[in-house]
């Protein structure tokens, strides 16, 4: 009885453990991504870096469709997962429109309810929405959590109109775009950063009474973050073009109902001069080290040093800028990618010839026996096979082909079974002197007997 109850426990684990795994989805694509429309629940991950560059000419010239909706509209809010596996999206081209009173979305998330997305890059995007942003134009109710993720590019607003019917006045204009979010209520986001350029497309700010508001949110980092949305270790070095616009602008958050803790925005950088959440900084501050001096800079973020010379960096995205930085933790191990071994082979976390390292004989850290240990002299790599000078009297004999890397010089050859040489044994009765076989042998004696 015992052992089927255990079998049974067994069983239930194997399915919960194969379900798991088989939920996990991942994408090479930007079709895939597309994809993520068909079930909106899923979690998925990122095999590699993938270019949405075709996205342009999608949809009739609208590009790719923000999860959650398509080209007939709203589909659906995701709720999945996304695990960028430290892999970046370039070039996605999501720019929708519809009439004066459609209120339109860009991103590559639509609309976020219970969400994640995690060590995700998006470079080089082109984005128009009424609700905008580079990870998620609109996070609802449950909202998203975003954790080492950030975004670069264009990002433009677009107005919708709403009959607010109230007086004659009642056409308000509305939108909200960010950098990372164009709206979130109770979210989390921590260590991310957006650098985009913002273009503000119509927008103003006026009160006409009655509850019938004509506001537009527009923010380097976030355009609107409500209910209770939470904000750590993050920046912006967005710029914001205005124009003749007058939305609400901030150079970090534009509206803000939650907290903002140790996150930062360039001043010298961002076009407006106010900010609803985060601490500006100038441009030499937000270069400098200790601005962060509450960041992780062990594990998440990379502060290049000397002070001045660039902005704080997710670690894991420094992988493929060309550059094998170690100061920055990248090896042939963390980043093959930079710090390829060509010929050689990464051997932990270095590069290594097999061919001829003799610390490195054949295998990754096979040692062929040091000088002056078990009698050798001269040691080297030859072929990926341990060779050795050895002292007068002494050699290498455990294998001819493929000696052992670990005893060095282990036979003495003056043995009459290795005598002057390895395996050179002499005749029956003989003795070894001096590496040479003497001395009457047995047969000799044998021989006399007989006769």
Same mark, same amino acid.
């Given at each position: 009885?015992?052992?089927?109850?255990? =079998?049974?426990?067994?069983?239930?684990?194997?399915?919960?453990?194969? @379900?798991?795994?088989?939920?996990?989805?991942?994408? @090479?694509?930007?079709?895939?991504?597309?994809?993520?429309?068909?079930?909106?629940?899923?979690?998925?991950?990122?095999?590699?870096?993938?270019?949405?560059?075709?996205?342009?000419?999608?949809?009739?010239?609208?590009?790719?469709?923000?999860?959650?909706?398509?080209?007939?509209?709203?589909?659906?809010?995701?709720?999945?997962?996304?695990?960028?596996?430290?892999?970046?999206?370039?070039?996605?081209?999501?720019?929708?429109?519809?009439?004066?009173?459609?209120?339109?979305?860009?991103?590559?998330?639509?609309?976020?309810?219970?969400?994640?997305?995690?060590?995700?890059?998006?470079?080089?995007?082109?984005?128009?929405?009424?609700?905008?942003?580079?990870? #998620?134009?609109?996070?609802?109710?449950?909202?998203?959590?975003?954790?080492?993720?950030?975004?670069?590019?264009?990002?433009?607003?677009? &107005?919708?109109?709403?009959?607010?019917?109230?007086?004659?006045?009642?056409?308000?204009?509305?939108?909200?775009?960010? *950098?990372?979010?164009? =709206?979130?209520?109770?979210?989390?986001?921590?260590?991310?950063?957006?650098?985009?350029?913002?273009? $503000?497309?119509?927008?103003?700010?006026?009160? =006409?009474?009655?509850?019938?508001?004509?506001?537009?949110?527009?923010?380097? =980092?976030?355009?609107?973050?409500?209910?209770?949305?939470? &904000?750590?270790?993050?920046?912006?070095?967005?710029?914001?073009?205005?124009?003749?616009?007058?939305?609400?602008?901030?150079?970090?958050?534009?509206?803000?109902?939650?907290?903002?803790?140790?996150?930062?925005?360039?001043?010298?950088?961002?076009?407006?001069?106010?900010?609803?959440?985060?601490?500006?900084?100038?441009? $030499?501050?937000?270069?400098?080290?200790?601005?962060?001096?509450?960041?992780?800079?062990?594990?998440?973020?990379?502060?290049?040093?000397?002070?001045?010379?660039?902005? +704080?960096?997710?670690?894991?995205?420094?992988?493929?800028?060309?550059?094998?930085?170690?100061?920055?933790?990248?090896?042939?191990?963390?980043?093959? $990618?930079?710090?390829?071994?060509?010929?050689?082979?990464?051997?932990?976390?270095?590069?290594?010839?097999?061919?001829?390292? +003799?610390?490195?004989?054949?295998?990754?850290?096979? $040692?062929?026996?040091?000088? *002056?240990?078990?009698? #050798?002299?001269?040691?080297?790599?030859?072929?990926?096979?341990?060779?050795?000078?050895?002292?007068?009297?002494?050699?290498?004999?455990?294998?001819?082909?493929? +000696?052992?890397?670990?005893?060095?010089?282990?036979?003495?050859?003056?043995?009459?079974?290795?005598?002057?040489?390895?395996?050179?044994?002499?005749?029956?009765?003989?003795?070894?002197?001096?590496?040479?076989?003497?001395?009457?042998?047995?047969?000799?004696?044998?021989?006399?007997?007989?006769?």
């Amino acid at each position: 009885m015992k052992r089927g109850i255990v =079998f049974l426990v067994l069983g239930i684990l194997i399915i919960i453990l194969t @379900s798991s795994i088989s939920a996990l989805t991942g994408i @090479s694509t930007c079709q895939g991504l597309q994809n993520i429309n068909n079930n909106l629940a899923e979690s998925y991950y990122l095999m590699n870096d993938i270019s949405c560059a075709i996205t342009s000419t999608w949809n009739s010239g609208q590009g790719f469709a923000p999860i959650g909706r398509n080209a007939g509209g709203y589909i659906g809010d995701f709720s999945g997962r996304i695990d960028g596996k430290g892999h970046k999206i370039t070039n996605l081209y999501s720019k929708w429109t519809g009439d004066a009173y459609t209120t339109t979305y860009g991103g590559l998330i639509g609309i976020a309810n219970g969400a994640r997305v995690y060590n995700l890059s998006l470079q080089n995007v082109d984005i128009m929405g009424g609700y905008a942003g580079g990870i #998620v134009a609109r996070a609802v109710v449950n909202g998203i959590i975003i954790d080492q993720s950030y975004v670069t590019g264009i990002i433009t607003s677009r &107005i919708w109109l709403e009959d607010c019917g109230v007086f004659i006045i009642d056409i308000t204009r509305h939108y909200r775009v960010g *950098g990372l979010v164009g =709206f979130a209520e109770n979210s989390i986001i921590t260590n991310s950063y957006a650098t985009v350029t913002l273009y $503000a497309n119509g927008g103003r700010n006026n009160d =006409f009474g009655g509850g019938c508001y004509d506001t537009s949110y527009i923010g380097g =980092f976030c355009g609107q973050c409500w209910g209770g949305t939470t &904000i750590s270790n993050s920046y912006s070095n967005s710029y914001i073009s205005l124009g003749l616009n007058t939305p609400i602008a901030g150079g970090f958050i534009s509206r803000l109902s939650g907290t903002v803790t140790s996150s930062y925005w360039d001043r010298d950088v961002a076009g407006v001069g106010t900010s609803a959440g985060g601490t500006p900084k100038t441009t $030499a501050e937000m270069k400098t080290k200790s601005t962060f001096s509450g960041w992780d800079s062990v594990k998440i973020w990379y502060m290049a040093q000397p002070d001045l010379t660039d902005y +704080p960096r997710l670690r894991w995205s420094l992988c493929g800028d060309g550059t094998c930085n170690s100061a920055a933790g990248e090896n042939c191990l963390t980043c093959l $990618a930079d710090c390829g071994c060509g010929i050689q082979t990464c051997c932990t976390d270095i590069c290594k010839d097999l061919q001829n390292n +003799p610390d490195s004989c054949g295998f990754c850290n096979r $040692a062929c026996s040091q000088v *002056g240990v078990n009698h #050798v002299q001269t040691r080297s790599c030859v072929s990926a096979k341990c060779s050795f000078t050895c002292d007068t009297g002494w050699g290498n004999c455990n294998s001819v082909l493929n +000696p052992n890397p670990d005893d060095g010089c282990e036979r003495s050859l003056t043995t009459v079974t290795d005598c002057g040489g390895c395996n050179i044994a002499c005749a029956h009765g003989q003795t070894c002197e001096s590496g040479v076989c003497g001395g009457i042998s047995g047969v000799y004696w044998k021989n006399m007997i007989n006769n």
